[in-house]
């Protein structure tokens, strides 16, 4: 449980930020991504990882992976977390809440919940 609030602890933080850019403004691509969706990678991996904690937190146990209903809560416990970081950013003036930001974050979360069903038999033998 602890990881999984200390996870959704340095979202809200980050999310809490002023908005600042790790590049000069004269710098319009990286890595060939315009400057712009860079936040991309950073929402999906998030999120990625929060799906995985959610889980592991809503089962409880490795042999639980399988089902839909903690799949349903997980999913639902990073909608909120999103949302509440994107509605965090309302009160800070210089960040602007985006519903495609909610859409990638809840695309992340899919996909790594996905994932861990898929490796539910490898997570179950190393007891992850």
Do not use: N
């Not at 950013?89 to 861990?116: E, K």
């Amino acid at each position: 449980m602890l990881p999984l609030l200390l996870w959704i602890g340095v979202i809200l933080w980050v999310a809490g930020q002023p908005k600042t850019s790790f590049f000069p403004s004269d710098v319009k691509t990286f890595l060939g991504m315009p400057r712009e969706w860079l936040q991309y990678p950073y929402h999906f991996s998030v999120y990625f990882i929060l799906a995985f904690l959610f889980r592991r937190v809503v089962t409880g146990r490795t042999d639980a992976l399988a089902g839909y209903k903690p799949a349903v809560l997980s999913f639902l416990g990073c909608a909120l977390v999103s949302l509440c970081s994107e509605g965090l950013q309302f009160y800070v003036p210089t960040r602007t809440p985006a519903v495609r930001d909610l859409a990638v974050d809840q695309f992340a979360a899919i996909l790594g919940l996905a994932v861990m069903r898929l490796l539910s038999d490898k997570l179950l033998r190393l007891g992850l």
